[in-house]
């Protein structure tokens, strides 16, 4: 049985009373089909944008695109997006239809959507199916309805839509989707980054990504060009397996669906080709790429648009993927401290999912990073000094020492080291006998 949103079949039901056929349709239909609880809810409705708005006037209601007839009712706090009924015109800028025109037809709106399994719309009277939806539910397949190349010349977002649907349910691409999807791909170059973005982080972090991500590496490519020379580079290096781009989808896939985790595993060797060099022995190297990923990454998120704070943490996860671990109360405290307790973590997951993407995952590497990552755990708890705000001393005990200007930030961050890696205690008297030795060291 079909289970939805009491609030939205509020929206329905006053729609229908007023005498409008009314349905509701899209990903709503599909996840409650599939025993998913929904949590967007779309209607169509025969009803114009106008009569919506009188029919739902003691609800609140956003007018959300009424050229295209579109209303959003807030029913509860739920917002149902609620369409009349459709046909649209040719999409010439590759986003949105030049023309639409209304029509009383369910089946022909139906006939407008993307995808057979979001071209399932339900009434109280049942589930209208009209191009075999449910039967690709069953089959766990992504199909277009109608004629692929022309759904996906439409709108140039809908290849990368497909591949995150795809992943999102781990189903697979029908024969003539996929293909038509490949020959669309480069389409997204008409789209704005901000809802390639949207899409792909959802790709990313979707439970199936990595058999998508491998098997649309064209798609990728397009999005993050720097990721196009992984694509089947041999490492020719007895520590791994595989060629650069599956390892980093196979790293990926060893990461929390997190998309700050899952970019930096994405782009974490990415600076890889570009540094590579044999050696005597016919094995491949690779000094320096962390850096040199960081630097090819930087310019990767920035194209995203993704926000400063994101940028941020994913690039110093890059930079410092590749840093040797020691297992002692020294080193853990220095990069709690210099990294944060959030990103020190972060580079611990990071870390471990690299190592289970080489030739032999596991190991001596893989017990000293756990031993790290346990100690850590350890000194978090016995609330040690890791920031400036749990020293003992500040700004203030600096200038009292007589330290002045950029010498203050110096001479703290230098106690800061000190005390985390267990070099000193945190203790004011000591530290203060510390910042006077300096300012006597710089006059």
Sequence with gaps: MLCFDSRALQVVERLRS?????????????????????????????????????????????????KHGTVTVLSGGLPVEVTTFRKEGDYT???????????????????????????????????ADPFGGQV??????????????????EDALRPLRGLRLAAQLDFSLEED??????????????????????????????PAAPQILLEFPEAISQILPEMAATVGFDQRNPHHCYDVYTHSIKTLANAPPDPVLR??????????PPSFTLDESGVGHFYGHPKISAMLSEKALGRL???KATQERTLTLIARHDLPVEPTRRWVGRWLSRLGEEIFF??????????????????????????A?????????????????DLAVNGRDALAAGLRGPAIGQALRELLDQVAQGELPNERDVLMTQLDHQKWSLD
């Excluded at 766990?140 to 996906?152: E, K, L, P, S």
């Excluded at 970019?263 to 890889?272: E, I, N």
Aim: proline share 4%; net charge negative.
């Design 18 to 66: 007023a005498g409008f056929r009314t349905a509701l349709v899209g990903g709503c239909v599909r996840d409650s089909l599939l025993s998913i609880p929904p949590h967007d809810y779309d209607a169509a409705t025969a009803a114009r944008p106008e009569q919506v708005l009188e029919v739902c006037s003691d609800f609140r209601c956003v007018e959300t695109g009424l």
């Design 346 to 371: 972060d580079l611990m997951t990071l870390k471990r999912a690299d190592g289970l993407a080489c030739a032999l995952p596991g190991g001596e590497r893989e017990q000293i990073r756990r031993q």
């Design 305 to 307: 648009r993704l926000d």
């Design 373 to 389: 990552e346990e100690l850590a755990r350890v000194m978090v708890a016995e609330e040690a000094c890791f920031t400036m705000k």
């Design 136 to 153: 690709d539910l069953e089959r766990r397949m992504v199909r277009c309805v109608g004629n692929a190349d022309r759904r996906f010349s």
């Design 263 to 272: 970019l930096a595993a994405l782009l974490h060797d990415v600076g890889k």
């Design 177 to 206: 989707t996929s293909a038509a999807l490949r020959q669309h791909i480069p389409e997204l170059r008409y789209v704005a980054w901000e809802r390639i973005t949207a899409e792909f982080l959802r790709l990313l972090c979707a």
């Design 93 to 127: 800028d590759h986003r949105r239809p030049d023309k639409v025109t209304f029509t009383g037809d369910l089946t022909e709106d139906l006939a407008r959507r993307d995808f057979t399994i979001n071209a399932i719309a339900w009434e109280p009277e049942g589930v």
